[in-house]
């Protein structure tokens, strides 16, 4: 299973932008669908948004369509999740994690993934 490390993750004010990265160790991230989660304070983990192995598809939750975007490059083993007009809502600690199994579905279950990274905090202040 490959290793993911996340990075990216700050404090800042409510409208600004981030961007995250997760970034895999091994030689076959390309086979690999990866997505974003995030737990925010007395909640459950919950999908954030993911990118089929290719990059042709993905899939984000209702409430960061139109202000997230992820986006892997292969050539660095690294997955992207540029983050606009944050909300204090958006105040979770964030993971990515992999499956190799979905091909070019993009689950939005936690069962689905492996490979969980340690998380990166961001925090958007009002």
């Known amino acids: 299973q490959v290793q993911l490390v996340e990075s990216g993750g700050g404090l800042v004010q409510a409208g600004g932008s981030l961007r995250l990265s997760c970034a895999a160790s091994?030689?076959?991230?390309?086979?690999?669908?990866v997505a974003w989660f995030r737990r925010a304070p007395g909640k459950e983990r919950e999908f954030v948004a993911g990118?089929?192995?290719?990059?042709?598809?993905?899939n984000y939750v209702d409430s960061a369509k139109g202000r997230f975007i992820i986006s892997r490059d292969n050539a660095k083993n690294t997955v992207y999740l540029q983050m606009n007009s944050l909300k204090p809502e958006d105040t979770a600690v964030y993971y990515c994690?992999?499956?190799?199994?979905?091909?070019?579905?993009?689950?939005?279950?936690?069962?689905?993934?492996?490979?969980w990274g340690q998380g990166t905090q961001v925090t958007v202040s009002s």
């Open positions: 994690a992999a499956s190799r199994s979905l091909g070019t579905v993009v689950a939005v279950t936690t069962s689905a993934y492996g490979g």
């Open positions: 091994g030689r076959t991230f390309s086979s690999y669908t």
């Open positions: 990118i089929s192995r290719s990059g042709i598809t993905t």
